[in-house]
Structures are given as C-alpha cells and as structure tokens.
C-alpha cells in the first residue's frame, strides 16, 4: 500500500489555536428579559450562531469564553450583509419589496 503525505505550505502563517481567537456576542433581546437572545461568533463578527440562555447562564458563557460586544462597525456590516441576502437585487424578495 502506498505511503500517503500530508501537503503543507512551510511558508503558510501559523493558525491560531481556538482559545486565541476573538469570541464577539451581538445581544438582540430587551435587558430584563427572561431570556437572553444573541449572536455568537468566532473569529468572525460576520458568522455567527443565534443562541439563547437565561440570564445566569449567559453571564456565565461570556465569561467563560472571554466574549467581546460586537462594536456598532461589526453590527451594521453584519445587518448590511443580512439585507444583501435577503433581499438583494435578482431575488424574488426583492421585487416584492417595492409592490405598492
């Protein structure tokens, strides 16, 4: 059986390890709520996961995974981007949007 070789670029940047990368929160429910809803993201402000907890347990996740408040910049690229998938210009939705 031949022997196989795993390909690797000696001039590639080395990756970070998963605890060095920037964990960002985005909160989308009212402060007070019984739960709280919000955007998680690694790395990557623009990919993210929608997760909800209740208050103590999310407290306790930022602090465990050290999270960062995504800065009104982040947010509004990651709404602009969101808006450009729902409705941009050769979509369906978009056509509907301007009906009157």
């Known amino acids: 059986?031949?022997?196989?070789?795993?390909?690797?670029?000696?001039?590639?940047?080395?990756?970070?390890?998963?605890?060095e990368l920037t964990k960002y929160i985005r909160v989308r429910s009212e402060e007070g709520s019984r739960f709280v809803e919000f955007d998680?993201?690694?790395?990557?402000?623009?990919?993210?996961?929608?997760l909800v907890m209740?208050?103590?347990?999310?407290?306790?996740?930022?602090?465990?995974?050290?999270?960062?408040?995504m800065t009104p910049?982040?947010?509004?690229?990651?709404?602009?981007?969101?808006e450009k998938w729902r409705y941009g210009e050769d979509t369906l939705m978009s056509r509907n949007q301007n009906r009157t």
């Open 1 to 19: 059986m031949p022997e196989l070789k795993l390909h690797s670029n000696p001039d590639a940047r080395p990756r970070q390890s998963f605890d």
């Open 54 to 69: 209740p208050p103590e347990a999310f407290k306790h996740f930022c602090e465990l995974n050290r999270v960062v408040h």
């Open 40 to 50: 998680f993201a690694i790395g990557d402000p623009s990919l993210f996961v929608e």
């Open 73 to 82: 910049e982040q947010m509004a690229a990651v709404d602009d981007e969101l």
